[in-house]
T-cell receptor
Framework: EPEVTQTPSHQVTQMGQEVILRCVPI?????FYWYRQILGQKVEFLVS????????KSEIFDDQFSVERPDGSNFTLKIRSTKLEDSAMYFC?????????????FGQGTRLTVV | AQSVTQLGSHVSVSEGALVLLRCNYS??????LFWYVQYPNQGLQLLLK??????LVKGINGFEAEFKKSETSFHLTKPSAHMSDAAEYFC??????????????FGKGTKLSVIP
């Protein structure tokens, strides 16, 4: 069964460093998302991406964040200068259509720890 | 914006007992509602979704949920808990954004423990 794949599963980085979280969405999906979950809190929407551009972004997704689909299969989330409060589980998701009733398929997540 | 409230961050049931995980939503329009499950060290997996076709929705692994508009609820149930049901369960509503796309708004999650 097709699945969304995320690497690495766990990333530890020093404050101020850049990190890139990688995702391979399901191949025939056109819509891509990043969500994050800070420990003990809700899963929060970060950004959606379609047709090589951002469709929507939340208030969390500030200038420190960027997304890219560099080669037609990978979908990356970059954090330019990490802060302690960026420590969270980051989930990539993809869906085949942009409808309210279309499910999003999630990856297993990348746990980012900023020290 | 829509919101989701899951009552109980942690629920424990005995093996074979009824599982009831509560979810209430706020929405000004008919909602699209989802239940996702996260097993340890795995991603979020869709259990079931409500899309207005039927108020009682059956999902995978014997779970079902009933949409009750009058109560703005979408509680998840399973008649008989199995040890393998131990996981974290997330209720979510699909929220149309100002730009015309959709994003999921999640509840805080309920961790289900099953006692042998």
């Amino acid at each position: 069964e097709p699945e969304v794949t995320q690497t690495p599963s766990h990333q530890v980085t020093q404050m101020g460093q850049e990190v890139i979280l990688r995702c391979v969405p399901i191949s025939n999906h056109l819509y891509f998302y990043w969500y994050r979950q800070i420990l003990g809190q809700k899963v929060e929407f970060l950004v959606s991406f379609y047709n090589n551009e951002i469709s929507e972004k939340s208030e969390i997704f500030d200038d420190q964040f960027s997304v890219e689909r560099p080669d037609g299969s990978n979908f990356t989330l970059k954090i330019r200068s990490t802060k302690l409060e960026d420590s969270a589980m980051y989930f990539c998701a993809s869906s085949e259509a942009l409808q309210g009733n279309t499910e999003a398929f999630f990856g297993q997540g990348t746990r980012l720890t900023v020290v | 914006a829509q919101s989701v409230t899951q009552l109980g961050s942690h629920v424990s049931v005995s093996e074979g007992a009824l599982v009831l995980l509560r979810c209430n939503y706020s929405s000004s329009v008919p909602p699209y509602l989802f239940w996702y499950v996260q097993y340890p060290n795995q991603g979020l997996q869709l259990l079931l979704k409500y899309t207005s076709a039927a108020t009682l929705v059956k999902g995978i692994n014997g779970f079902e949920a009933e949409f009750k508009k009058s109560e703005t609820s979408f509680h998840l149930t399973k008649p008989s808990a199995h040890m393998s049901d131990a996981a974290e369960y997330f209720c979510a509503v699909s929220d149309r954004t100002g730009a015309g796309s959709y994003q999921l708004t999640f509840g805080k999650g309920t961790k289900l423990s099953v006692i042998p």
